[in-house]
């Protein structure tokens, strides 16, 4: 693909790619397995790109996101991002990213991907011990993603995040830093690690329950947070977001700051949410519907919200106690008009008294002991 160039270009753009050969076990996102529908759902995606050339003109950062967006061939994610480019620009210095599962990739795959424009990987590592990842229901073992992190490599990537998950039974806190270790040692640019959680729709979750297993509790849940924020940092990582953490500045996931900062994204596929001039719309989940939809020359879009100042305020003050960053107080009073410190003077000075967070530079930002509870700070 040929890269139109633009400079001036900020908005986001999220592809969704919604097939999953098999359901992991803590996942209750809609996705589905019929992949023999991909070539009709790209020819439909190839629609919906066309549709928003009024409405954005330009992106500076492009995610590929799933589901598994790995099912795909590289042909295909070629099609994909040539209309993109067809109707937008793309900036010179364009952050474009894949999801892939270890178990679809190959060196060749990755080689080819390199040259579609793809600049960053985003690999679905969750474990590298295998009892976890076949309790997590993952089709791929640990073996199989460190040959993945491996050929990402050779093919040279030099952008590269691992996801990760914790918090799994039968995983301790020893374990879980080995893991760390193990991860660390490939020095991917960027890692995520989320703790497991599952709602009654996860298949895990039966499991959990027949099983009579817990996730950890509150006390255990501060422990694996604080561990891996110390792993992390020892090894030379910045923890930029809850769950985010970077080698290095310019490694930090640009589009995903874009959801953090309110800066408009458009969101491609079923159930993708996009955001501009205080509205967000989502698209319907179902995939058929998304198809038949734009079959008949209608817009997927299952519903729309206008965000009131307030909305748009609490959003901004959600966000950004999840991030190291934090809330840039002059900006927060110029965007929302609202002087923080004042409005919430108590509540602040209680917090500062806790060390959960601190004020510096003109920034209200977390602690890492605050970081660790950031849902509840919000909450102020
Ligand atoms: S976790 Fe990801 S790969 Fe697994 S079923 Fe959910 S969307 Fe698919």
Redesign the pocket.
């Known amino acids: 693909m040929k890269i139109n160039y633009d400079i001036e270009s900020q908005a986001g753009l999220y592809i969704h790619i919604p097939f999953?050969l098999?359901?992991?076990g803590?996942?209750s996102?809609y996705?589905i397995k019929s992949i023999h529908l991909i070539p009709e759902y790209i020819a439909a995606l190839k629609k919906e790109i066309k549709y928003y050339r009024n409405f954005f003109s330009s992106f500076d950062t492009i995610y590929i996101g799933?589901?598994?967006p790995s099912l795909l061939s590289v042909q295909q994610i070629d099609d994909i991002l040539t209309t993109v480019n067809k109707y937008y620009k793309i900036n010179r210095r364009a952050e474009i990213t894949i999801e892939v599962?270890p178990g679809d990739v190959s060196l060749e795959y990755f080689q080819t991907l390199r040259k579609s424009g793809i600049s960053r990987l985003n690999i679905?590592v969750q474990s590298f011990d295998d009892k976890i990842l076949q309790l997590l229901?993952?089709r791929h073992s640990a073996k199989e993603a460190i040959a993945a992190i491996e050929a990402a490599r050779a093919a040279g990537f030099d952008n590269l995040g691992i996801d990760l998950i914790y918090g799994v039974h039968g995983l301790s806190i020893k374990s879980w830093k080995n893991t760390l270790q193990k991860a660390v040692s490939f020095k991917p640019e960027h890692i995520s690690c989320y703790q497991l959680s599952l709602d009654d729709r996860a298949p895990l979750y039966k499991k959990y329950s027949s099983e009579g297993w817990h996730l950890p509790d509150e006390n255990t849940e501060l422990k694996l947070f604080l561990t891996t924020a110390e792993e992390l940092e020892n090894a030379g990582y910045m923890h930029y977001e809850v769950s985010n953490f970077a080698r290095l500045d310019k490694f930090k996931s640009r589009h995903n700051q874009k959801y953090w900062q309110h800066i408009p994204y458009l969101g491609l596929g079923p159930a993708a949410h996009s955001f501009l001039n205080n509205k967000r719309w989502w698209n319907k989940a179902a995939v058929k519907t998304y198809l038949n939809k734009i079959a008949q020359g209608k817009m997927p879009v299952e519903d729309m919200e206008t965000l009131s100042t307030e909305q748009l305020q609490l959003e901004a003050l959600f966000l950004g106690l999840r991030t190291k960053a934090g809330i840039d107080l002059n900006c927060y009073k110029a965007k929302y008009g609202v002087d923080l410190l004042a409005d919430k003077k108590t509540i602040i000075d209680a917090l500062i008294k806790n060390k959960l967070v601190e004020l510096k530079n003109g920034f209200l930002r977390p602690t890492r002991a605050g970081m660790a509870v950031a849902d509840s700070l919000a909450l102020i």
Do not use: I, M
């Open positions: 999953c098999s359901k992991c803590y996942c996102f996705s799933g589901g598994t599962n679905g229901g993952r």
